[in-house]
Nanobody, 123 residues
């Protein structure tokens, strides 16, 4: 399973960025697509996840600011990040899984990861 993440960069607090993650058609159709992030010196943490036809799941830290969506025609999942804060600075990873919703936040449940894209938010 190949996942290709892109869209990271530099932003100032309050600005927006959009991340993209492209997957193969087979993966995209069957799998839940998720975003995680890892800040320097910290463990990888769940950000958001979405399954085809399902209700998105968000970490409390990004709820109301981030929006996850998926485009079946492009086999791509997006993470629209609004009202960015310096604490959002991290490397963001997309990942795919088949586990149930209650397990989406657990990075141990994923065996396919994108290469990571860096997001830096300055104050």
């Amino acid at each position: 399973v190949q996942l290709q993440a892109s869209g990271g960069g530099l932003a100032q607090a309050g600005e927006s960025l959009r991340l993209s993650c492209a997957a193969s058609a087979q993966t995209f159709r069957r799998y839940t697509m998720s975003w995680f992030r890892q800040a320097p010196g910290k463990e990888r943490e769940f950000v958001s996840a979405i399954r085809s036809g399902g209700i998105p799941l968000y970490a409390d830290s990004v709820k109301g600011r981030y929006i996850i969506s998926r485009d079946g025609a492009k086999n791509t999942v997006y993470l629209q990040m609004n009202s960015l804060k310096p604490e959002d600075t991290a490397v963001y990873y997309c990942a795919s899984t088949l586990v149930v919703r209650s397990s989406w936040p657990d990075p141990q449940q994923y065996n396919s990861w994108g290469q990571g894209t860096e997001v830096t938010v300055s104050s």
